[in-house]
């Protein structure tokens, strides 16, 4: 079975300053990873996702996540956080032989201008 | 391109009674998926439609939960009679198709409160 933590419930910044929010995961083959962010009231939103290839991966609004398989880690970051980034952020699990995308609990990100 | 419509946005009903929620996906996308989330946690998949055939439904309480995708493109999610626990959001989200490596496009949800 695939499952995903972030150990962070919320993570505080102040705007100007890098912002990174921690994943880890397990799953029994290889992964599939993604990134979604929840605003107030509004659906999910895609950010970014590891298929395969380089361990960097670049995504929308400046975000980029890292992708480490010996620490089995996926964490998000942005070097430079503004107030408009506060939201819920999602990290999800994709195994290559099942359907399901497996969601952590979030983390939710507030930066103080 | 229109993103994944839902209907309604919120609803409150009293235990026992029955919903319904709509999901119309992104146009041309085959894969529907109906998610519950509950506060404080990620979404959890309920079912997985690929056009009009059920994919993967194993986590949705049959008793009282269905969802049908007659005609592959529109769905429905109902609940029968509601329970107190079934107060969550409701996501419907869609993707192209179903392999692993698509990303999943998400409504806006239908924030249910059951009293």
């Known amino acids: 079975a695939q499952s995903v933590a972030q150990p962070e419930d919320q993570v505080n910044v102040a705007e100007g300053n890098p912002l990174t929010v921690k994943c880890t995961y397990s799953?029994?083959?290889?992964?599939?990873l993604f990134w979604y962010v929840q605003y107030p009231n509004r659906g999910l939103q895609f950010l970014l996702k590891?298929?395969?290839?380089?361990?960097l991966v670049k995504g929308s609004y400046g975000f980029e996540a890292e992708f480490n398989k010996s620490q089995t880690s996926f964490h998000l970051k942005k070097p430079s956080a503004l107030v408009s980034d506060s939201a819920l952020y999602f990290c999800?699990?994709?195994?290559?032989?099942?359907?399901?995308?497996?969601f952590g609990a979030g983390t939710t990100v507030t930066v103080r201008a | 391109e229109a993103g994944v419509a839902q209907s309604p946005r919120y609803k409150i009903i009293e235990k026992r009674q029955s919903v319904a929620f709509w999901c119309n996906p992104i146009?041309?996308?085959?894969?529907l998926y109906w998610y519950q989330q509950i506060l404080g946690q990620g979404p959890k998949l309920l079912i997985q439609?690929?056009?009009?055939?059920?994919?993967?439904d194993s986590q949705l309480p049959k008793d009282r939960f269905s969802a049908e995708r007659l005609k592959g493109v529109d769905s429905t999610l109902k609940i029968q009679p509601a329970k107190l626990e079934d107060s969550a959001v409701y996501l419907c989200?869609?993707?192209?198709?179903?392999?692993?490596?698509?990303?999943?496009?998400f409504g806006p949800g239908t924030r249910l409160t059951v009293t």
């Open positions: 989200a869609s993707s192209f198709q179903t392999g692993p490596t698509y990303e999943q496009y």
């Open positions: 799953v029994s083959g290889n992964p599939y």
């Open positions: 590891y298929i395969t290839g380089d361990n």
């Open positions: 999800a699990v994709r195994d290559i032989d099942d359907y399901k995308l497996s």
């Open positions: 146009s041309g996308h085959a894969t």
């Open positions: 439609f690929q056009n009009n055939g059920v994919v993967d």
